[in-house]
């Protein structure tokens, strides 16, 4: 079974620019969520989605905002980059998702490297 | 939110030597999965261990979620164990997976 895959891999832009990042999650799982991590934060999580629903979000700007399609795959836009935005970006996907009381293993990508100048 | 400690934050082993890592965290939680992050940044799942003990070679990780706390032991470590080690917990109060620190892990040959 393929893993989870995220494109692209390495991204560099520049400050007022918005950027879309990629995530393809293990066949037949339906969750993919969103983490942001830097040195200074850690990792962090953004957002969950589950059957093209947006189920749970961190405390990041609404400049953050992503969306599922139907065969799960899910994308994360940010615009108006700012420097402190230069972060590894991971998604990691599950079957059973984090929420409704029963969760199961999460599973990660790769990650997106975005370095913002 | 919850709060997940994980220690020592740094870790300097001899290859062969064995370890024990930490994890405490703050609330009740659903699920506690413990990830080794590689040089190039990939998380790679090591235990999904809400409860309990699980061994999988020469790693082994308990739970005792009654108590808030996580442990993982390394034994007969390897240079290839190098890395970073981090805790995620999701409570049973919200959905959001919480990670800790993370301990960084140096084996020297």
């Known amino acids: 079974k393929a893993g989870v895959t995220q494109t692209p891999r390495y991204l560099i832009k520049t400050r007022g620019q918005q950027v879309t990042l990629s995530c393809s999650p293990i066949?037949?799982?339906?969750?993919v969520s969103w983490y942001q991590q830097t040195p200074g934060q850690g990792l962090q999580f953004l957002f969950e989605y589950f059957s093209e629903t947006q189920r749970n979000k961190g405390n990041f700007p609404g400049r953050f905002s992503g969306r599922q399609f139907s065969n799960s795959r899910s994308e994360m836009n940010v615009s108006t980059l700012e420097l402190g935005d230069s972060a590894l970006y991971l998604c990691?996907?599950?079957?059973?998702?984090?929420?409704?009381?029963?969760?199961?293993?999460?599973?990660f990508g790769p990650g997106t490297r975005l370095t913002v100048l | 939110g919850i709060q997940v400690e994980q220690s020592p934050p740094d870790l300097i082993l001899q290859e062969g030597a064995n370890s024990t890592l930490r994890c405490n965290f703050s609330d009740s939680v659903n699920n506690l999965q413990w990830f080794h992050q590689n040089p190039w940044g990939q998380l790679i799942n090591l235990f999904y261990i809400p409860s309990g003990t699980k061994q999988n070679g020469r790693l082994s990780a308990t739970t005792v979620a009654t108590e808030r706390y996580s442990l993982l032991y390394i034994s007969s470590s390897q240079t290839t164990d190098s890395g970073v080690y981090f805790c995620a917990v999701l409570p049973s109060n919200d959905y959001k997976l919480s990670f800790g620190a993370g301990t960084t892990v140096t084996v020297r040959a």
């Open positions: 990691a996907s599950s079957f059973l998702g984090l929420a409704g009381g029963l969760t199961d293993t999460q599973y």
């Open positions: 066949s037949g799982h339906r969750s």
